[in-house]
């Protein structure tokens, strides 16, 4: 169990060398696009199934926006926003909630040219902040943190047009630093907040 945070920093590490290397070395004759994504999905592992009470579901749901510019080549940059809405559970008192809001560096490459049917798988590593709060619980359990985050992940662009298309999308989102409010647990020690996002999305691209 120890080992898991080690292991999810190295994946990073080599996930990082692994878009470097494509971005390099793919070919760049392709026109930019830009991309709009509404996504829904589930949040699934790390606390987002914890017990930090009884009430607490070990899935809950997700939803968000992306904004993604794909340049000339294979590289771009994607700007995402997820919102989880009752993160942690709900009880009678209150709510908890999960905001993120990662900047990510994309590698992707087009299959099938970028004018109607077309696939793009990609993947994906970048930072952003991470908004954690949770009013759920009587003082002084109720927490409210923003914390530095980052990510990593991958998925695939199916277009049936030249204008829209659906996502399917999976990356796992860690906190930097510690998380204060996590030493609620039965440890007593604060840990880091970090969860496993599946969404599907609708593309809309121009």
């Known amino acids: 169990m120890c080992t898991t945070p080690t292991r999810a920093r190295t994946s990073f590490w080599r996930i990082c060398l692994l878009l470097s290397i494509v971005a390099v070395l793919a070919p760049n004759d392709a026109r930019a696009d830009g991309l709009i994504v509404p996504h829904v999905g589930i949040n699934f592992g790390g606390d987002s199934g914890s017990e930090l009470s009884n009430a607490f579901d070990a899935k809950r749901l997700n939803w968000g926006v992306s904004f993604l510019w794909m340049g000339g080549g294979v590289v771009g940059v994607e700007g995402d926003f997820g919102y989880s809405p009752d993160f942690f559970g709900k009880t009678d008192i209150g709510g908890s909630s999960v905001l993120s ?75 930097v630093e510690a998380a204060d409010f996590l030493s609620i647990g039965a440890s007593g020690e604060a840990g880091h907040l970090d969860f496993t996002r599946g969404s599907l999305g609708f593309v809309f691209r121009f």
């Open 101 to 175: 809001a990662m900047g990510n560096l994309v590698v992707g490459v087009p299959f099938g040219g970028q004018k109607g049917f077309g696939v793009r798988p990609y993947g994906l590593v970048g930072l952003g902040v991470i908004r954690a709060n949770g009013d759920a619980f009587a003082n002084p359990l109720s927490f409210n943190e923003n914390k530095i985050a980052w990510d990593f992940g991958g998925g695939v662009l199916v277009f049936f047009a030249s204008h829209v298309g659906i996502r399917g999308d999976l990356r796992y989102i860690r906190t």
